[in-house]
Nanobody, 125 residues
Framework: QVQLVESGGGLVQPGGSLRLSCAASQQVWDTYIIGWFRQAPGKEREGIIC????????SYADSVMGRFTVRRGDSKNTMDLYINDLKPDDTAVYTC??????????????????WGRGTQVTVSS
């Protein structure tokens, strides 16, 4: 059982930047696909990024392409989501998830096996 905990959310002004972290209870980056999802109020959950170090692939949703990126964190079991040029439409609960497959990674929630509880990001002036 993999446990995931997100952190780093908060209130940010439009145009600002944020770093969200996903901390795992064990070493997962070499063997699991990691995905980031978000859910805005009244909307369905959206897969925004998935990445796998085993096949060196990262996929982005069109809505975040060019503004969002992921990379390993400073701590051994963390992966960070960097968000730039935040917009009010980015307001959502951001959640990380881990998947054993299939490869290449997908942005569909049913393909993920373990989930964090999420962290709130609010973009407002």
């Amino acid at each position: 059982q993999v446990q995931l905990v997100e952190s780093g959310g908060g209130l940010v002004q439009p145009g600002g930047s944020l770093r969200l972290s996903c901390a795992a209870s064990q070493q997962v980056w070499d063997t699991y696909i990691i995905g980031w999802f978000r859910q805005a109020p009244g909307k369905e959950r959206e897969g925004i990024i998935c990445t796998s170090e085993s096949d060196h692939r990262t996929s982005y949703a069109d809505s975040v392409m060019g503004r969002f990126t992921v990379r390993r964190g400073d701590s051994k079991n963390t992966m960070d989501l960097y968000i730039n040029d935040l917009k009010p439409d980015d307001t959502a609960v951001y959640t990380c998830a881990a998947s054993i497959g299939p490869y290449p990674c997908r942005l569909q929630a049913p393909t993920y096996d373990f989930w964090g509880r999420g962290t709130q990001v609010t973009v407002s002036s």
